[in-house]
């Protein structure tokens, strides 16, 4: 892989493409004129790509909330077949990015609170668009976060420092397995780590001395866990 390159999945809106179902777009002034001096953007939206069109027809998620249905209510064309297997062959060829900044409210890309309605048209905020969804379990360790969200600034430093964490682990893990690596990449971020929580600063710290009793791939695995996922949650939840 190339070590300087930080790749970023988005939603081609938020970059300008003028691709959502009235032919509009929804550019976004951080994400390309700050943002986009340190990353390299993989655009990508799920509902051209099948075959939707521009402009096209609004859709909405409706039902279970954990499973909903993508549907155009005009017309009731159910498009969750195809989002579905889109999205589930699609997000396997995006093991290079180290972060993806998603639409919110879409029932394609929200991530966090997008509505579903349920039969009596009443909309609950608190599902997932289906793209975002298949995404996120795939890669469940890869930073997302959704636009609206980056003006919370400890959210966007939350997401910020997760990026370049991911991204540096992902580097270590492309190499070869030497346990010196893995102690000095832990000294390395010692005081990012304690910032944050020192419960997951020796939590980590246990994993690294306990290394040895360890397969590489069994300690790799726990170590990714504790320092992109549990420390984001803590980091949020403070
Ligand atoms: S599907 Fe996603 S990328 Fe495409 S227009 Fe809607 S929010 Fe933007």
Redesign the pocket.
């Known amino acids: 892989m190339t070590h300087n390159t930080i790749k970023i999945g988005v ?4 970059l300008g493409q003028k ?3 009235n032919g509009e777009h ?1 550019f976004h002034w951080y994400i390309n004129e700050i943002l986009g001096d340190y990353f390299e953007y993989v655009p ?5 790509e099948i075959g939707m069109g521009v402009p096209r027809k609004s859709v909405r998620l409706v039902g279970d909330l954990n499973h909903p249905e993508m549907i155009e209510p005009v017309s009731g064309k159910n498009w969750t077949q195809k989002m579905h297997l889109y999205s589930s062959k699609k997000v396997q060829e995006l093991s290079d990015l180290s972060g993806f900044l998603f ?1 919110k409210n ?1 029932p ?2 929200g991530v966090f609170r997008t509505k579903v309605y349920q039969k009596n048209g009443i909309p609950v905020a608190n599902g997932r668009g289906l793209f975002a969804d298949t995404f996120c379990k795939h890669w469940p360790l890869i930073p997302v976060e959704e636009e609206g969200r980056l003006n919370d600034a400890k959210l966007r430093e939350n997401f910020l420092e997760r990026v370049f964490g991911y991204h540096r682990l992902k580097i270590l893990m492309s190499e070869r397995f030497r346990r010196g690596d893995w102690v000095k990449f832990h000294e390395r971020n010692k005081f990012l780590l304690l910032s944050h929580s020192r419960t997951h600063y020796t939590k980590l710290g246990q994993l690294v001395a306990n290394m040895a009793d360890m397969s590489p791939q069994d300690f790799k695995g726990a170590y990714s866990k504790v320092y992109i996922l549990d420390v984001a949650r803590n980091q949020t939840s403070q």
């Not at 939603?11 to 938020?14: A, E, N, R, Y």
């Open positions: 939603s081609g809106c938020l691709i959502r179902f929804k990508l939206c799920p509902e051209v639409k879409s394609s890309c």
